[in-house]
């Protein structure tokens, strides 16, 4: 794929803007933008980010996290750090999400980043979640991490430190190559399970049964 040059980025980024200028022109200023990395793996934490850009400072090259290679993420990760007028990223355990499930987990998470960022939002704009309990007006956004730059930068935070958590636990849980499938149902990591048993980070209400 050819690189965009500096104007189709910033064009790109203005495109993305479009829920946050609409929000802001109705009297909105904090508007926080929020996604989740870790629904779907058999192992490790559910990490959820909770992010409000700065309106003056862009961030180019924004985009769904999947979508960028993981080395662009790591760059983008540390702007969006550097940039945002507030972030704050926060994980939910394998045994809590065994014990109340991931859907609940992932909001249990979302909702601490809302009560953990500095600068406290006025409107939640969240990728595809309905999210109760923050007291806030929530909009959830279908493929919201494509077309919000505020959950894209969510997604970036959430997904960078999920990586890094997940290559951490490869060294402390060897042989079923967390590091390289980050705890999703790869052929490798049913190998491993199969070959060693579960470890603690794993999901045993996502293992009941393995073939």
């Known amino acids: 794929m050819a690189r965009l040059t500096t104007e189709q980025l910033i064009e790109?980024?203005?495109?993305?803007?479009?829920?946050?200028?609409q929000y802001r022109s109705e009297g909105y200023h904090a508007i926080a933008g929020i996604d989740e990395a870790g629904r779907g793996p058999l192992a490790g934490p559910v990490v959820a980010a909770c992010c409000i850009l700065d309106?003056?400072?862009?961030?180019?090259?924004?985009?769904?996290?999947?979508?960028?290679?993981?080395?662009?993420?790591?760059?983008?990760f540390d702007e969006i750090k550097e940039k945002a007028l507030a972030y704050a990223v926060v994980r939910v355990e394998a045994d809590v999400i065994d014990e109340i499930n991931i859907l609940n987990a992932t909001k249990q998470a979302m909702r601490q980043c809302v009560a953990d960022i500095e600068v406290k939002p006025d409107i939640l704009l969240i990728d595809a979640v309905n999210l109760d309990g923050t007291g806030l007006p929530v909009v959830p956004i279908i493929k919201g991490d494509a077309k919000s730059n505020?959950?894209?930068?969510?997604?970036?935070?959430?997904?960078?430190t999920r990586d890094r958590i997940m290559e951490e636990y490869d060294k402390e849980y060897p042989g079923y190559g967390f590091a390289?499938?980050?705890?999703?149902?790869?052929?490798?990591?049913?190998?491993?399970i199969r070959a060693q048993g579960m470890c603690p980070i794993h999901r045993r209400s996502f293992l009941k049964v393995i073939h």
Do not use: C, W
């Open 12 to 21: 790109k980024y203005k495109d993305l803007s479009q829920f946050e200028d």
């Open 150 to 160: 505020s959950i894209a930068a969510a997604s970036v935070l959430a997904k960078v």
């Open 180 to 192: 390289k499938h980050k705890g999703y149902g790869t052929a490798e990591h049913y190998a491993g």
């Open 55 to 76: 309106p003056d400072n862009m961030i180019l090259g924004l985009d769904d996290s999947k979508k960028l290679s993981a080395k662009k993420r790591d760059l983008l």
